[in-house]
């Protein structure tokens, strides 16, 4: 008979805080097994040894590297990859053998804990569970002793190995986080904090509940003295208790509150900032127009859908307000409130914020709720028809329609009439937001349409993604075209009669109509 594997979790570093059932376990086994640094020192040993019974075999896994480089073909993870295997196989000689095995972990053994490398390969054959236990999340936010996350607060638990910019937008748009693995990175996670305006309130947590706790503001730490076992908390925000006092509260991404009626413009109205509506243009940051770059740098708020909010850089002194998406007229007026407030606000699209963006929508709030006094001004951006365009060739070097095949603000009564109109004019006719997971047909019965109109060779340019790394273009005719090929990601372009594709497969559409 085989033995059982346990994954045991012995909480940060306070002996007490090991679970009963973790103790039970871990004085039951035959086999405890843990890991350590080259060095050979086992924290999670050192808080588990008061648990062990005389006579425990006891298996040390040793750590190749842990931050120092490797010659290995497949680089650190490929070192690691061989550590685990030949950890398995050593912890699975015992099972076989009959003898219960727990394998020991730091914090809790699934979250961030090596353990769960060791489970992926033996739960299939062994008897196999996991024991939770306290994690250093919870360690930490006991020592700091003030309330991590607050009713609707979002806690985000981050690695400190992110790229400063990557950490800076994320401590930024979440109200309560936890920074982990620091030693080295100490440096570079106390900028991100600087960046998003986090700073002042973070706290350092250094062995969190073991003799040597040291709990400090981030400002006042040596980076040399910083462990790799220790983290930042950043507390959250009790939002509806803070509300009053925050402006971010007005226009989070979380807020679903009703918007009280706007106020009438009166002497205060002179402290009225602005609002900019830019356009980011379809991906790449090459793509972001001088202009665009230079006013991003001198707002105080950006407001928009939150993968375009995601697009800008943190910076000090900028707060972030991402939301979901077909929210648009509420985050407009949220921008249009800040801007009457004093801020200068800046509501990002992606391509132009004028063709299919925020900038009509930014508009419509305006005139509907009352804002007609907050200047408002947009900033052209590339938009996706000119980059597909030039990928292709010249496509559009006649006339061209745009036109959104979305039925969301319009029936499709509509958007079928214009399209019979377009084509039988003879237009390239650039197709925007043509499929979504909710809509699936649209660009099928968008292609029945205008084979009615067209012919079937009529020439088809597909372009996805253009502008990132997993950019591709297909040209086909609109009778070979897949609709199940076509998302989100993709901007379809049918060509006029005229349009030629050439030898070298690139395709233009004449000036001239004969």
Not at 133 to 150: D, F, I, K, Q
Not at 219 to 247: C, E, F, I
Not at 431 to 459: I, K
Not at 484 to 497: F, G, Q, R
Request: charge should be negative.
């Amino acid at each position: 008979m085989t033995g059982w594997l346990r994954g045991v979790g012995v909480g940060p570093g306070d002996p007490e805080l090991v679970t009963v059932k973790a103790a039970r376990l871990i004085g039951a086994a035959d086999v405890v097994a843990f890991h350590s640094g080259p060095r050979g020192d086992s924290i999670a040993r050192r808080i588990a040894e008061p648990y062990f019974t005389e006579g425990v075999v006891e298996e040390l896994l040793v750590y190749p590297v842990t931050t120092a480089s490797t010659d290995h073909p497949l680089g650190y993870h490929g070192l690691m990859a061989d550590f685990y295997d030949e950890s398995a196989d050593r912890l699975a000689a015992h099972l076989d053998s009959g003898r219960n095995v727990v394998v020991l972990a730091e914090g809790d053994p699934l979250f961030y804990g090596t353990y769960m490398y060791l489970h992926d390969r033996l739960a299939d054959r062994y008897d196999t569970s996991v024991v939770p236990g306290v994690t250093s999340v919870s360690g930490s936010a006991a020592a700091v002793a003030t309330g991590l996350c607050r009713h609707e607060d979002v806690l985000t638990i981050l690695p400190g190995t992110l790229p400063v910019p990557e950490l800076a937008r994320r401590l930024a748009d979440t109200e309560a986080a936890v920074v982990m693995k620091l030693g080295r990175t100490f440096e570079n996670v106390r900028e991100a904090l600087r960046q998003a305006g986090r700073l002042e309130e973070a706290r350092y947590v250094e062995r969190a509940s073991s003799d040597d706790e040291r709990v400090l503001p981030v400002a006042d730490v040596d980076p040399a003295t910083v462990p790799y076992m220790s983290m930042v908390v950043v507390p959250g925000k009790d939002l509806r208790a803070d509300a009053a006092g925050r402006a971010t509260s007005a226009v989070s991404a979380s807020d679903t509150r009703q918007h009280p009626p706007a106020a009438a413009a009166g002497p205060e109205s002179s402290a009225v900032g602005e609002v900019l509506v830019i356009g980011l243009g379809p991906g790449p940051d090459r793509w972001l127009t001088p202009e665009a770059s230079a006013a991003l740098t001198e707002v105080g708020h950006v407001v928009g859908y939150a993968p375009y909010v995601n697009r800008v850089p943190q910076r000090e002194g900028l707060t972030r307000h991402a939301s979901g998406n077909t929210v648009e007229v509420d985050r407009a007026r949220d921008a249009l409130e800040l801007a009457r407030t004093g801020e200068r606000v800046a509501v990002v699209s992606g391509g132009d914020a004028g063709v299919f963006g925020m900038a009509s929508a930014v508009f419509e709030a305006a005139e509907t709720h009352g804002y007609g006094d907050v200047p408002v001004r947009v900033l052209p951006g590339l938009t996706a028809a000119q980059a597909v365009a030039a990928r292709a060739g010249a496509p559009l070097g006649g006339d061209f329609a745009i036109m959104s095949l979305s039925d969301r603000l319009k029936p499709w009564d509509v958007v079928e009439r214009r399209l019979r109109a377009a084509a039988a004019a003879d237009l390239v006719i650039a197709l925007y937001n043509p499929a979504s997971r909710s809509r699936t047909e649209q660009v099928a019965r968008a292609r029945d349409v205008l084979l009615e109109e067209r012919s079937a060779d009529t020439v088809v340019v597909v372009g996805r993604d253009v502008g990132r790394a997993e950019e591709s273009l297909t040209i086909t005719t609109l009778g070979a075209l897949d609709p199940t090929t076509i998302d989100m990601k993709c901007l379809v372009m049918v060509c006029a009669t005229g349009t030629r594709v050439t030898d070298a497969g690139k395709v233009w559409t004449p000036r001239f109509v004969r």
